[in-house]
Every structure is written in structure tokens, then in C-alpha cells.
């Protein structure tokens, strides 16, 4: 069931997602390899690097209502519990500084 929601959700990625996935995909050439829409226990992570614990998520605005502030409190407390780190970015912050996005995961991954 995860496993085909993750399916649905990589055919319909944000531009958001698809501007930072072009920009995780060059990472695998230096050794970290990033998954998009991953599933994690009961979540779908939008990029995970199991190598490294790290989970990214590109969050819109819903994220920012109540709602989905406390889903993702949630989440990211579970996350954490299962040993990952979570770094999370506004859609807006990908699309207009995508090299200030990339720089925070590449310090994330100790590769600056």
C-alpha cells in the first residue's frame, strides 16, 4: 500500500520536488544515494538517504496550517525516534535559492 502511494506521488512530484530531486540525483556520484518518496514506517518521505539517517521534505503551504504543523511535529518525532535527521524546506525557499538548499544538505552530509 506505501509502496504504490510512493509510486502516485513520484508521477505527480511539485516543481519544488523536481528541482531539488535534480539536485540530490548528482550527489550519487559522490557516494550518497537519496531515494524520492521513500517510505519509512507508515510515512513517505519525500527524499531519504538511508546511508545516512537523513530525510528531506519539501513542505507548501498546507504545512503551515495548524493541522499540518502538528502532522508534522508527529512525523518528524517519529523520524528522529527511528534515528534520522529531518531537514525541511519551503517549497518557495527550493525554487528561489536551490544552491542555499543544496549547501545546507551538502553541510548536512559533512561534504562542506
Known amino acids: 500500500m506505501a509502496n504504490e502511494r510512493a509510486r502516485a506521488l513520484r508521477r505527480n512530484q511539485t516543481e519544488a520536488e523536481r528541482a531539488l530531486w535534480?539536485?540530490?540525483?548528482?550527489?550519487?556520484?559522490?557516494?550518497?544515494?537519496?531515494?524520492?518518496?521513500?517510505?519509512?514506517?507508515?510515512?513517505?518521505?519525500?527524499?531519504a538517504c538511508h546511508s545516512l539517517k537523513l530525510v528531506i521534505e519539501v513542505d507548501g503551504g498546507q504545512h503551515n496550517e495548524k493541522s499540518g504543523l502538528a502532522r508534522d511535529a508527529e512525523r518528524t518525532a517519529w523520524l528522529q525516534g527511528e534515528g534520522c535527521r529531518v531537514l525541511r524546506f519551503w517549497n518557495n525557499e527550493v525554487l528561489t535559492n536551490i544552491e542555499g538548499v543544496e549547501d545546507t544538505v551538502r553541510r548536512e552530509q559533512g561534504l562542506i
Not at 556520484?29 to 513517505?44: D, K, L, N, S
Open 22 to 47: 535534480q539536485k540530490l540525483r548528482v550527489l550519487k556520484a559522490e557516494g550518497f544515494h537519496f531515494r524520492r518518496q521513500a517510505p519509512i514506517g507508515t510515512y513517505i518521505a519525500d527524499f
